[in-house]
């Protein structure tokens, strides 16, 4: 996002400038009437992995700086068949997908593996009812909220390995539902 205005310490803010900033800011709301999801807000992340691999019974963090628990994704998924296609790689001129995945899940209180514990590598999360909550997007692989701390992971419980995965992630504010 592109700054508006830089503000110093004890500068005033006109009315013009917070009209401005309503003009140009992007916002959901969720629908007033009937509707269990009520939170007004939403995050987003754009993520495409740094590591040219997540090899088979692994995962990896997507995001840290928020709490994911309780919200509601919307996520496009796609892991692209070429090795260094991301941007800056030396394959990225065939940055350009089709997204093979489109998933819509909720991310609960977050995942825990089959021994109700923070998933690990070789332990996948494995959802149930009450108790653990993950995505699956695409066969196998799983997006979910750290149980602790909320933070969100991808983990790659396929057979196979997984070259530089993408997601865009757009959430819903927490719900309050499972807080």
Not at 86 to 102: C, M, R, S, V
């Amino acid at each position: 996002m592109e700054r508006i205005a830089t503000y110093t310490a004890n500068a005033p803010i006109t009315s013009t400038q917070l009209n401005d900033l309503q003009d140009v800011t992007v916002g959901l709301i969720s629908g007033s009437t009937n509707n269990v999801l009520s939170a007004d807000g939403c995050d987003g992340c754009e993520w495409q992995s740094s590591a040219a691999t997540l090899v088979t019974a692994t995962q990896v963090k997507v995001d840290g700086s928020r709490d994911w628990r309780d919200r509601v994704l919307t996520v496009l998924y796609y892991s692209p068949a070429g090795a260094l296609t991301q941007p800056g790689g030396a394959n990225d001129y065939e940055y350009d997908y089709d997204i093979n995945k489109l998933r819509k899940g909720y991310t609960g209180r977050g995942g825990l593996d089959a021994g109700s514990a923070d998933p690990t590598n070789g332990n996948p999360p494995v959802p149930a009812a009450g108790a653990s909550w993950a995505m699956e997007i695409d066969t196998d692989i799983y997006l979910y909220a750290n149980a602790t701390d909320g933070s969100l992971w991808l983990y790659n419980d396929t057979a196979g390995t997984l070259k530089t995965p993408i997601l865009s992630i757009i959430a819903t504010a927490p719900t309050g539902l499972r807080p």
